[in-house]
């Protein structure tokens, strides 16, 4: 049989191969698309203390939620903005105890859009996914954060939660040097002061000195691997093709400073991530 992809989760796409399947292989099965609706997830009410909006100058916004239920940042927010099986993940991050989300707007984008149109004072339903794996770890004695856009968001938490001073250092891509990356340079100016923070790294692609993070990481080649061969963690947050980008170069920092692969570091628990 060919391969047939299922968009969003849909019932009525999986049905279309349960119907080529039964065909091929004379098995008796149902197919009703509502028999292959999944168990509606159990959500909670959580209000909306604030949202900002997009600009000409940036497509991304912030949304802050009160929310019951405990969570830590690196956890994600699930919703369901149709209230059917389409389902959107965020990343959060924990800010004065509140659930932030830094969200990219997709024009026609069924989440995104719909979290941009929410009134403060308001509440939405949505739910909380444990991410253990991508939790600020407990006891490393040093921890890097790399991220690129929307990838901040955890990391805004972990580093407001730092109450126990682990050494951490983040490195951070945006486009342009604008009045949200200029809030994120004073948060970490602030982190740093109270010693939550160690040092704070941001590239932009779109300014005349155009920079990837990945050029940081490389520029800082020798800390990383000195990092990695003393149990450092290194944790990673934003776009899929970030992640890839930071792979190879963390391949190349091991082979070159460490005669080493990543692949041993990974292995040992010492890369984390959270890309989408
Ligand atoms: C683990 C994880 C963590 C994440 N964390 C974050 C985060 O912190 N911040 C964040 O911003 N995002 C995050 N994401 C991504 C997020 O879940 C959504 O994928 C993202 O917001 C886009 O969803 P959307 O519903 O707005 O757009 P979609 O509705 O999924 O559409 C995406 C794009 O495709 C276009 N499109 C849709 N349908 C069609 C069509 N039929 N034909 C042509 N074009 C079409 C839309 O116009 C849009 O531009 C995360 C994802 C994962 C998996």
Known sequence: MNIVTVNDKSPEEFTTWVKTYKEATDIPLATTPAMYVG????????????????SDEDATFNVTLSVKEKFKSGDLLAIYPANDHRERLYSIGKVNNKLQLVVKLHEFGLGS????????????????????AFHFPSKAKKVIMIANG????????????????VETHLYTG??????????????????????????????????EQKQYVMDLVKQDAHFIAETLQNGGIIMVCGA??????????LEIICQEHLSKTFEEFKMNGQFLTDCY
């Open 174 to 207: 945006f486009r342009y040097h604008n009045s949200i990356t200029k809030k994120y340079e004073s948060f970490a100016k602030e982190q740093i002061n109270i010693n939550h923070l160690k040092k704070f790294n941001i590239a932009f692609s779109r300014e």
């Open 240 to 249: 899929l093709a970030m992640q890839h980008d930071i792979e190879k170069v």
């Open 39 to 54: 168990k509606a997830p159990k959500l909670k009410n959580m209000n909306v203390i604030s949202s900002t909006k997009v």
């Open 150 to 165: 929307t990838g901040i968001a955890p990391f805004l938490g972990m580093i407001d939660e730092n109450n126990k001073n």
């Open 113 to 132: 859009q719909y979290l941009h149109q929410l009134v403060e004072g308001t509440s939405i339903k949505a739910r909380i996914v444990k991410n253990k």
